[in-house]
């Protein structure tokens, strides 16, 4: 009976290791048209109506959320609530953090950092390209800097509606995929729990 067990652990856990490991294609493609589409947005825009030396809407943190929100959609940590909140108190902290201490960088950079994700953690909002975006505000550009808390909204606000709406449009275009994730279990991981429950209650009987 414990080999029986035994084998069909083993069974499930290959069969998990094997699909997360396999090289999906058609998904990989809705990932570059979505972080493609999404960042060249924010760049179209930013380049009609911002002069060149003005040209602060693509800020690093916002490569990262491409990541997450176009190439691994099923994420808690992609879906709105931590995008939005994540980028937003992220932002809001390191611009605090600068004003009250920008030097020495050794000890603020850190701190916005640190602070960022704590507070994401509390509010259930973690999005790790946050801890960038709080890192920015200290280390940023002068530009970036003299911005202050207008930074909440341009360029970190402004930016994340155009990515979050466009992946409401490439994450949804194909039948398979859904976004925002119904349910924070990876797909994977559920085909191969309700085998297993169902198994369990037979032998219960």
Same mark, same amino acid.
């Given at each position: 009976?414990?080999?029986?067990?035994? +084998? #069909?652990?083993? #069974?499930?856990?290959?069969?998990?290791?094997?699909?997360?490991?396999?090289?999906?294609?058609?998904?990989?493609?809705?990932?570059?048209?979505?972080?493609?589409?999404?960042?060249?947005?924010?760049?179209?825009?930013?380049?009609?109506?911002?002069?060149?030396?003005?040209?602060?809407?693509?800020?690093?943190?916002?490569?990262?959320?491409?990541?997450?929100?176009?190439?691994?959609?099923? $994420?808690?940590?992609?879906?709105? #609530?931590?995008?939005?909140?994540?980028?937003?108190?992220?932002?809001?902290?390191?611009?605090?953090?600068?004003?009250?201490?920008?030097?020495?960088?050794?000890?603020?950079?850190?701190?916005?950092?640190?602070?960022?994700?704590?507070?994401?953690?509390?509010?259930?909002?973690?999005?790790?390209?946050?801890?960038?975006?709080?890192?920015?505000?200290?280390?940023?550009?002068? +530009?970036?800097?003299?911005?202050?808390?207008?930074?909440?909204?341009?360029?970190?606000?402004?930016?994340?509606?155009?990515?979050?709406?466009?992946?409401?449009?490439?994450?949804?275009?194909?039948?398979?995929?859904?976004?925002?994730?119904? $349910? +924070?279990?990876? +797909?994977?991981?559920? #085909?191969?729990?309700?085998?297993?429950?169902?198994?369990?209650?037979?032998?219960?009987?």
């Amino acid at each position: 009976m414990f080999k029986q067990k035994l +084998k #069909r652990y083993y #069974r499930i856990i290959k069969y998990i290791l094997h699909k997360e490991t396999l090289v999906d294609y058609r998904e990989s493609l809705w990932s570059f048209l979505g972080s493609f589409i999404g960042i060249s947005a924010i760049g179209f825009i930013q380049s009609k109506y911002l002069l060149p030396i003005e040209n602060i809407s693509l800020i690093g943190s916002f490569g990262a959320t491409c990541v997450l929100l176009y190439g691994a959609i099923d $994420s808690p940590l992609a879906q709105p #609530r931590n995008l939005i909140g994540g980028h937003l108190i992220s932002a809001f902290i390191g611009v605090t953090v600068y004003k009250l201490c920008p030097d020495p960088i050794w000890f603020s950079a850190p701190l916005a950092v640190a602070l960022s994700i704590m507070v994401m953690q509390y509010t259930k909002t973690l999005h790790p390209p946050g801890g960038a975006t709080a890192l920015i505000a200290v280390i940023g550009t002068e +530009k970036i800097k003299s911005l202050g808390y207008l930074y909440l909204f341009s360029p970190v606000l402004s930016g994340i509606i155009i990515l979050l709406f466009v992946a409401f449009l490439i994450n949804n275009l194909d039948a398979k995929r859904q976004y925002p994730a119904k $349910s +924070k279990l990876p +797909k994977t991981i559920k #085909r191969a729990i309700i085998p297993l429950k169902s198994h369990n209650k037979k032998n219960a009987a």
